[in-house]
Each structure stands twice: as structure tokens, then as C-alpha cells.
Nanobody
Framework: QVQLVESGGGLVQAGGSLRLSCAGS????????MAWFRQAPGKEREFVAA????????NTTDSVKGRFTISIDNVKNTVFLQMNSLNPEDTAVYYC???????????WGQGTQVTVSS
């Protein structure tokens, strides 16, 4: 059974930075791609960024391009999300996901809260 555990969330002031980590485990880990999604209060979950297991392909939503960077350490089974220039609109629960391709995800972590104060 694949398991994903996020860490690195917290409270930060606007303009600050955070680095989220997601560690994967399980016999079938190492599948096609991993991603970050987020869900703000009262809103639907939205895609943030994805990366292929090889690290050669990435996809990032327009609202965070130039501020957020996704990366992967496929030796340690860990995906990262470096978040810079944070603003209050980035406040959300951030979820890690894994799946068979860069556009399909079926395994989810429990989420980590990111709060950006103005």
C-alpha cells in the first residue's frame, strides 16, 4: 500500500517562503508522477504543480509560476514544493498526490496547512 506523508506547512508572513515535503512509502511506490494540490476554505481543491518520477517533466498552474517550484528526489521517494513570495491567497491545505501519469492521481496524503498572514 502506497502512503504519502506531507510536512513543512505552517504560518508565514506575506512575502515569506516555505518548503513542503512529501515522503512516499510502500511496495508499489515509484509510479508515474507526483503532484501538489491545495484547497482553500470554501473552495474546491485545485491543482498546483506536478512532476514526473524521472523529474524530466513538470507542470505548474499559472497562478504560482515563478513563485513555486516542484522537485523530486526519487532515491528518497520524496517530492518537494518550494514556495516563495507567498501571499494570503496561497493560504490553504496542501495535499500531495501520486499517480500513473503527470495528469492522473489516485493516491493522496493527509494534507498540511499553510497559512500566510498579511
Amino acid at each position: 500500500q502506497v502512503q504519502l506523508v506531507e510536512s513543512g506547512g505552517g504560518l508565514v508572513q506575506a512575502g515569506g517562503s516555505l518548503r513542503l515535503s512529501c515522503a512516499g512509502s510502500g511496495r508499489t511506490f515509484g509510479r508515474g508522477a507526483m503532484a501538489w494540490f491545495r484547497q482553500a476554505p470554501g473552495k474546491e481543491r485545485e491543482f498546483v504543480a506536478a512532476i514526473s518520477w524521472s523529474g524530466l517533466r513538470t507542470n505548474t498552474t499559472d497562478s504560482v509560476k515563478g513563485r513555486f517550484t516542484i522537485s523530486i528526489d526519487n532515491v528518497k521517494n520524496t517530492v518537494f514544493l518550494q514556495m516563495n513570495s507567498l501571499n494570503p491567497e496561497d493560504t490553504a491545505v496542501y495535499y500531495c498526490a501520486a499517480g500513473p501519469s503527470i495528469s492522473a492521481f489516485d493516491i493522496w496524503g493527509q494534507g498540511t496547512q499553510v497559512t500566510v498572514s498579511s
